[in-house]
């Protein structure tokens, strides 16, 4: 069943058409993955998605759990159950951890602060009260962002680049708690380059110049993202000759 249902949608920014006739399925307890080139409107789909400032002129539908999501603010959407995870996360100066991940959560006791830090790898001793600010690191903000989304139970989490900034250990420790949501009922979608990234979903979306060209599963779009790069009218589009296949 789709929780999250794309009809035909356009957003145009400046002189550009971003966003150039989307319409797409994303199955309620679906790991989803988003995948293509620099510029191909990935992040606009996302900011469009969650009603960011400056993206909610869009043209054609965009419903959560059969709701439209056309004119409500962010505060709205948070309250339906749509979150988004930055690909670089806010600082707050002076905003401690455990206040940060208290503001959204559904369960705002310290007990629950302490388990979703823990669950992202992080000492709540050692954590929960220092300061959301530069003194940390990107990976340990991306980890206390994705606790803070733990703790607001969401039903859809837009992610974008999940890997950035990250090392190894960190992105697994991510990957297993993806699962978790997916189990909770929750849908992911993850914006990404990475085809390490793209092997974690359960089904997957490639899209170029504003639109969605290709779906299915994690191997048919990686195949196709690999090796079947064609001429377009895309700005990063390759220059081929006559029987030449290149990747993007």
Sequence with gaps: ?????????????????????????????????????????????????????????????????????????????????????????????????????????KDKSPAKVREVLAKVGLDPDVYAKRAVDKTLSGGERKRIELASILAMEPRLVLMDEPDSGIDVEALERIFDLLGDMKAAGATVVMITHSLVVLHHADHAFLMCNGRIIDKGVADKISGYFEHNCLPCDHVNAPVLQEGQVVSV
């Design 1 to 105: 069943m789709a929780i999250l249902e794309l009809r035909d949608v356009k957003l145009q920014l400046g002189e550009k058409l971003v966003l150039n006739g989307v319409s797409a399925d994303f199955w309620e307890g679906h790991i989803h993955a988003l995948i293509g080139p620099n510029g191909a409107g990935k992040s606009t789909l996302a900011s469009t998605i969650m009603g960011l400032q400056g993206y909610t002129a869009y043209e054609g539908e965009i419903t959560f759990d059969g709701v439209s999501l056309r004119g409500l603010p962010i505060d709205e959407r948070a309250r339906l159950g749509i979150t988004m995870a930055w690909q670089e996360p806010a600082r707050f100066e002076g905003l401690k951890v455990d206040r940060f991940i208290m503001a959204g959560a």
